[in-house]
């Protein structure tokens, strides 16, 4: 029957579509959350500065004894509150010159980013005695100076008010590889006393506070309520403090990442609208084979609201099936896809070298719901050509 053939077919494009809606937000989430961990993890989510920072490496100190971190550390949504300070310099080699940015962190600092992206060596260890002469470095930066793990490498800072640059030698104690090009040719890390010294600080003085979240889309959120206390214990400080978060530092990247959710909007709604139309092809088409047994039931003195209901409900149950083998599919490639990295991407192009999927479970739910009811309402439409249907007629059809 031919009826038999369009539902086949309809109950194919609702799965295709399911599966590529799927699959499409596993991988738009999925590429925005890793980018996103990617740029937080070299300056976590909030960062707590001296007002004259400007947006500059060269840092003016603020003091480590703040009476507002008992108070931010009592801030549920708060994870880790952790100290840096930051010293613009050069690396040079016999071959190389490269300019970094040494970022100093003590040891408590949270080394779980970089640990999951080494490559090669180990996590320098630092204590509260002796500066460390260990530091970390990028997989770009040891290949351009080709440096290795355990190699020395003589860096040079300049201060303001000096001739001479200040030279510090540090030895490669592990190489981390993020692909985000614009960090890793720019950061390396080392202890935080090695900054201090090198900017003239006392061991109390810091270049500032980093904050990391638990919910990044909370992130407005704790910032305020964070800058509310900074302020408030800042009113007879003479350092006055600012607040910054990573999306305002780094608002390019940000920016660009938030335009792919336009993207998922426009992909869904356009498979969606695909789908509703290949049930109403298949809800007209059984309307149509059906014809004399709904003149039948009519004249039998059925009323069209209830015949119609019997054929949303046909529809829907098709909706359904279709709907389940979409969900199976498009699961199943992207669990391959976590578990056994099949795509592989450019990492100079896309920051990443395999197609990161993440699909929350809540949207996986929204997904199904919102599909199923987009597509019921959809199918209204056309069911209410049952109500056109003359009994006297369709008996006769043929």
């Known amino acids: 029957m031919l009826s038999g053939r369009i539902i086949r077919i309809a109950l194919f494009g609702v799965a295709l579509g399911i599966a ?4 499409s937000v596993a991988v738009i989430t999925g590429f925005k959350s890793e980018i996103r961990n990617k740029v937080t993890g070299f300056g976590a989510h909030i960062q707590i500065l001296n007002y004259n920072a400007r947006n500059s490496f060269e840092i003016p100190p603020v003091s480590v004894n703040q009476p507002f971190l008992k108070q931010l550390h009592e801030i549920q949504e708060i994870k880790s509150i952790n100290v840096f300070g930051t010293k ?3 690396i040079k080699t016999e071959e190389t010159t490269q300019g970094i940015v040494l970022k100093g962190v003590d040891k408590n600092y949270d080394w779980t980013f970089f640990s999951k992206n080494l490559v090669d060596g180990s996590i320098p260890a630092f204590n509260d005695t002796a500066r460390s002469n260990q530091f970390l470095i990028s997989e770009n930066l040891s290949k351009a100076l080709k440096l290795k793990t355990g190699d020395l490498a003589v860096l040079y800072f300049i201060n303001e008010r000096e001739s001479n640059p200040r030279m510090l030698q540090l030895r490669v104690s592990g190489i981390f590889r993020t692909n985000l090009e614009e960090f890793d040719n720019l950061f390396v890390m080392g202890d935080l006393k090695q900054v201090q010294r090198l900017n003239d600080w006392q061991p109390e003085q810091v270049g500032g ?3 990391v979240i638990n919910d990044f889309h909370k992130i407005d959120q704790v910032e305020r309520e964070v800058r509310n206390l900074v302020i408030n214990y800042s009113e007879n400080d003479p350092d006055i403090l600012q607040t910054e978060t990573i999306t305002s530092k780094y608002r390019a990247i940000f920016d660009w990442l ?9 992909i869904l709604s356009l498979i969606t609208i695909v789908a509703g139309f290949n049930m109403i092809s298949a809800l007209l088409v059984l309307m149509l084979e059906r014809i004399e047994m709904i003149g039948l039931l009519k004249a039998m003195g059925s009323q069209g609201k209830s015949i119609r209901k019997i054929f949303l409900y046909l529809s829907v149950l098709i909706t359904g099936k279709g709907m389940l ?7 199943s490639l992207i669990l391959i896809q976590k578990y ?9 192009t896309y920051y990443v070298d395999v197609v990161p999927v993440n699909f929350p479970l809540m949207f996986f739910v929204l997904l199904n719901v ?3 009811t987009l597509t019921t309402l959809m199918l209204v439409i056309p069911s209410l050509f049952i109500s056109k249907i003359s009994p006297e007629k369709t008996i006769r059809f043929e």
Request: hydrophobic fraction near 55%; aromatic fraction near 10%.
């Open 88 to 90: 613009p310099g050069i």
């Open 325 to 331: 083998w979409g969900n199976v599919a498009g699961i």
């Open 258 to 266: 938030s335009v792919t959710d336009t993207n998922v909007w426009v």
């Open 370 to 372: 919102a599909s199923i």
């Open 340 to 348: 056994f990295h099949v795509l592989k991407l450019n990492p100079e």
């Open 20 to 23: 590529v809606m799927i699959i």
């Open 209 to 211: 506070f980093e904050l």
